[in-house]
């Protein structure tokens, strides 16, 4: 069989670049959680702020002195802004929010939950009727949420239950961001594409900064150690690797970084904050790593179907 335009080989590039998304953004939620949480200094918004403004500033000045194409046109401006909105207010900015009260592994467990989500709105957008393969996929990935979420909330007190609300929203709202991109991909270079959507994430976290009345930051030692790994692992080298394996990799190879996030976060969570690892949650995150495999697996099995045959 020869590849499909739809589905590039794997590159060793590429598969570097997940790496990176693997092993970094695992950790990112223990340095969220140590920014944000009470004593931190951070308040949530003013983090993602601070964050996302000094990552995008640097990888544009980066881009522009490499001689990359930094001016956009209004169609890419509008894809990249409304994909950054979407990808780090609403999927980081309510990551972060939640994380004043949730621990880190429970938030990543629930985040890990991005291909579930993704494969449910392609079914949509596609207008075909989805396998049973991955009917049945989604409906054992939405059950470890379920049983993730539902002991919670039906004991959580009212800011409780909105963190759960807003960890449950993120992926979704992330994963729209990144389908976007793939439906309506930009000329730009990943670095400049990964610079603009930072910098227009950045701008509607100065809006939710002061309408949400933030006090100033007032930074641990701690909190500063978090923020600044943030910056340059968590977005300035991890995000532009995320960017570049979704355009180096099939979409399923690119999207596993799932598999592995949750798993990372759930031990750095036990190890360094003493979060607890209960039979409840080892039995959520199985029942949604077995759903996102399951998700992998039908898009590999109809992508290969898809690949025309050799002559």
């Known amino acids: 069989m020869s590849p499909s335009p739809d589905r590039p080989p794997l590159s060793a590039k590429g598969l570097a670049h997940l790496s990176i998304v693997c092993v970094v953004w695992g950790s990112t939620y223990l340095a969220i959680r140590l920014a944000v949480r009470e004593g931190g200094g951070i308040p949530p918004f003013a983090l993602g ?7 995008g500033s640097v990888l544009l000045a980066w881009g522009k ?13 509008i894809t990249l802004l409304v994909a950054g909105l979407l990808m780090w207010l609403g999927g980081n900015g309510l990551v972060n929010w939640a994380e004043q009260r949730a621990d880190s592994s429970y938030a990543a ?29 989604l409906l054992v990935g939405f059950a ?3 049983l993730l979420t539902a002991p919670r909330l039906v004991d959580a007190g009212r800011a409780d239950a909105l963190s759960i609300l807003a960890l449950l929203a ?5 994963s729209a961001g990144s389908l976007l991109q793939l ?25 939710l900064f002061f309408a949400a009345r933030e006090p100033i930051p007032m930074p641990t030692a701690e909190a500063w150690a978090a923020l600044a790994y943030l910056i340059v692992a ?20 690119a999207m596993t970084y799932a598999y592995v996030n949750p798993v990372i976060a759930v031990i750095l969570g036990a190890i360094l904050l003493d979060e607890p690892i209960t039979p409840p949650i080892l039995a959520g995150m199985a029942l949604i790593l077995l759903g996102v495999w399951g998700v992998f697996r039908e898009r590999r099995r109809t992508a290969v179907e898809s690949e025309p045959a050799e002559a």
């Open 49 to 55: 702020a601070m964050r996302v403004l000094t990552a």
């Open 65 to 77: 002195l490499r001689g990359m194409r930094v001016r956009l046109t209004r169609a890419e401006a």
């Open 109 to 137: 467990l629930l985040v890990g939950s991005i291909p579930i989500w993704a494969a449910t709105m392609e079914a949509f957008l596609n207008r075909r009727r989805p396998s049973w393969w991955l009917v049945g996929s």
């Open 144 to 146: 470890g949420l379920g």
């Open 170 to 174: 993120a992926p979704v709202a992330w």
């Open 183 to 207: 439906r309506r991909p930009v000329g730009v270079t990943p670095l400049v594409g990964a610079a603009y959507l930072h910098l227009f994430g950045a701008a509607g976290f100065v809006v």
């Open 234 to 253: 968590g977005s300035i080298i991890s995000f532009t690797s995320y960017i570049r394996a979704l355009r180096l990799l099939p979409t399923s190879v």
